[in-house]
């Protein structure tokens, strides 16, 4: 006799899936601060005219572009605590949601610092020039000048790095942190999956709502930042 599936189940489920939205949040929060960090100390190197920094720069971005962070997680959940292990250094204390954190961060840093990058290089030359030829000091012009208009560029590409990290976020449940995922993971395997279809399907409904907040979030942020900007400029 075949399963019979209950869709009318699937709203039930979505409360308790959200139980562990706070762990996704903390990742996600995390993980957005360290990458945005990390990602603008690399975007220095990249545009520093040191070629030392400049080639360490872009093989760190060219590295955590091209492994899949589901590969990096492996690397450091169970590869780092072996080699740390072998010099001496127990890591058994480390949480999981710290290592997760620390995986995404050096995965989305990558994108961060290109990000930053480009928005950097898309404000003209000629108003970088101008504020120092008016007495402006490095840091000053950076302000007043450069930031405003970098941060408009890079307003959408943010909002969308934001959204690909959340999504990411998902991960964390192959190294047994309840996350949203863990947590359908953990219900399903309640029933012994009788109700696999219907708590993923809830699942999704989750990711999807937050996903389309995030977006239509960055689009009004994005409009408010640019009105506000003509406003100042007019």
């Not at 359908?184 to 699942?203: F, K, P």
Request: net charge positive; proline share 3%.
């Amino acid at each position: 006799m075949g399963h019979t599936y209950d869709f009318k189940s699937i709203p039930g489920y979505i409360p308790k899936i959200m139980k562990a939205f706070p762990v996704t949040i903390e990742i996600l929060l995390l993980s957005l601060l360290f990458s945005i960090i990390i990602g603008a100390i690399v975007t220095v190197g990249s545009l520093s005219k040191n070629k030392v920094c400049n080639a360490i720069s872009k093989g760190y971005i060219s590295f955590m572009r091209g492994i899949p962070t589901l590969v990096l997680i492996f690397l450091l959940y169970l590869g780092l605590p072996q080699v740390m292990n072998s010099i001496g250094v127990d890591m058994s204390g480390v949480s999981k949601v710290a290592y997760i954190v620390a995986c995404l961060s050096l995965s989305t840093s990558a994108n961060m610092a290109e990000m930053m990058r480009a928005a950097y290089l898309a404000v003209d030359k000629g108003q970088r020039e101008a504020a120092f030829s008016v007495g402006m000091k490095g840091f000053t012009a950076f302000r007043r000048i450069i930031f405003p208009q970098a941060f408009g560029v890079a307003i959408p590409t943010l909002g969308n790095n934001i959204i690909m990290l959340f999504k990411e976020t998902s991960l964390a449940f192959t190294v047994g942190v309840i996350d949203l995922l863990g947590k359908a993971r953990a219900i399903s395997s309640a029933s012994y999956g009788t109700n696999r279809l219907e708590v993923y399907i809830a699942t999704g409904i989750i990711f999807w709502i937050i996903c389309f907040v995030l977006e239509n979030l960055s689009k009004f942020i994005e409009k408010q930042y640019t009105r506000g900007r003509k406003k100042a400029t007019s």
